[in-house]
């Protein structure tokens, strides 16, 4: 018997399943062991048993007129459609590039490729979980990289983390971007950065960005972040005005300016559980907090130095709320303003180096207060202002080749009222301290005018042009020792140079000279 099929596809598609199943080539398969097809050369099959003819609209018999109108229109349209597509195209070419991609753009596979985009504007995106402009992730190769350059990020927004952009578990570079308006209900206004991973931002600008957490960025578990040569303008958070860094590892920002940033906890930076950070060459202006205004420093081991800091505001701490070890060196910290500690609220201990300190308030601490110990050394305070400790408040202090001038407990007026009690130690108030080639000028306060301690040791200082109603120089409770230093021209009711009560004195060899005793 001879029998015979035709079977008529209208309108007919290449790229149509049965086409595929039933008339192409079978050339291997893929790795799933799914069969690859390709389109026949001779319409016949090898077998001879299958003819497959391929036509058009134009040798259509069925199509009468009207229809060929139809498809003449519809295919002007698609010419159209396409010159379209080419020219943008073309636009986008010339404004994002994406090189050496090996899969998705989202999660590129195995590897170890650089995704690129640059030259590009992202604005007014919105995500419903993470990065309202770029989603990028990676769980299987830690070697790729992400380089976004030249790009601006404006108003853009996610409900989750990243207001611009989220990057998860991938080495990632940020360079000459700008980031404005982004905001996130979660992490990070316009970046959040987590897993394990490399981040580098280099010459970005984030301003006006908000968040939870981390109004600009947002660093979680990240090793070895670096943020350099940045600027971050007005941002705000809960914690971190302008960045956060949770659980983080070997932290460098550097080279970068903080102004009007705002948080309850670190008005510019916050670290919580984060070890081994380092903050240098930076500058913080203006920015404010509950705790911290500048800084709330919670990394092991960190290290903050040639920063200068100004006009921050705080509760606790104007300018840096230190909750971990640490050293701050080379450091400048002008006009900063909190209740306590005008400058840096210490709650553990604090080495402070080579650094300046003029124009702080604060009610306790002018500078620096802590309850704990604070070695200072090679610094210089100037004309700082609090109720007690003019320029320091702190338990237990070490001050080595330091200079205190010009501090007047009272925020400068020199007067005793009923809480006279707090106007204590016009340069520094504390319960044990160390003094050794210091120099105290023109302090003054109720008692103590350069220094009132519990128990203090004083070698090799110089203490002139102080004054206090209770010891000109120096006030102690309890015991006193002084030895190879200079007393000129200090003033008090009781005690011109030194008033102890109830305390042990041990003068050595020194020089007192044109003290004034005048009760």
Known sequence: ????????????????????????????????????????????????????????????????????????????????????????????????????????????????????????????????????????????????????????????????????????????????????????????????????????????????????????????????????????????????????????????????????????????????????????????VNNSASLGGALNWNSADGNVFNCSFENNLAYIGGAIFWNETGEIYNCSFISNTADFAGAIYAYVDLDLKTSYFSENNATMGGAIYTNEYVAIVNSTFDSNHAKSGGAVYSYYVDIINSTFTNHHVGFGNFTFEDDTYLQSGGAVYGYEGYVENSNFINNSAFSGGAVDFTYIEVYDSTFKDNEAIYGGAIASAAECYIEYSNFTANKASRGGAVYCNDSNLTVGAGIFSNNIANG
């Open 1 to 284: 018997l001879w029998q015979q099929i035709t079977l008529t596809f209208n309108p007919w598609n290449e790229r149509h399943w049965m086409k595929h199943r039933f008339f192409d080539e079978i050339t291997g398969h893929d790795v799933e062991g799914r069969p690859i097809y390709k389109a026949r050369k001779n319409p016949v099959s090898d077998d001879g048993e299958i003819l497959a003819i391929t036509t058009n609209y134009l040798i259509n018999e069925w199509l009468d007129k009207a229809d060929l109108k139809v498809f003449e229109r519809m295919k002007k349209m698609l010419q159209k459609a396409q010159q379209l597509k080419e020219q943008f195209s073309e636009k986008v070419a010339a404004a994002t590039t994406i090189t050496e991609v090996t899969g998705p753009v989202q999660r590129a596979p195995m590897g170890g490729k650089i995704i690129e985009i640059s030259t590009s504007y992202f604005s007014g995106n919105h995500a419903f979980l993470d990065g309202g402009a770029i989603y990028a992730a990676c769980y299987n190769n830690n070697n790729n990289y992400h380089v976004i350059s030249l790009c601006n990020f404006t108003k853009n927004t996610a409900d989750g983390d990243g207001g611009a952009i989220y990057i998860d578990n991938r080495n990632h570079k940020i360079l000459n971007c700008n980031f404005e308006g982004n905001n996130a209900s979660g992490r990070g206004g316009s970046i959040f950065v987590g897993d394990y991973n490399n981040i580098f931002v280099q010459d970005s600008t984030f301003k006006s960005s908000h968040a939870g957490d981390g109004g600009a960025i947002y660093l979680v578990y990240v090793s070895n972040p670096e943020i350099y040569n940045c600027s971050f303008v007005n941002n705000s958070a809960k914690d971190g005005g302008a960045i956060i860094s949770a659980g983080c590892k070997y932290d460098k920002i550097y080279n970068c300016s903080f102004t009007d940033n705002i948080a309850d906890y670190g008005g510019a930076i916050s670290w919580l559980d984060a070890s081994n950070a380092t903050v240098y060459n930076n500058s913080f």
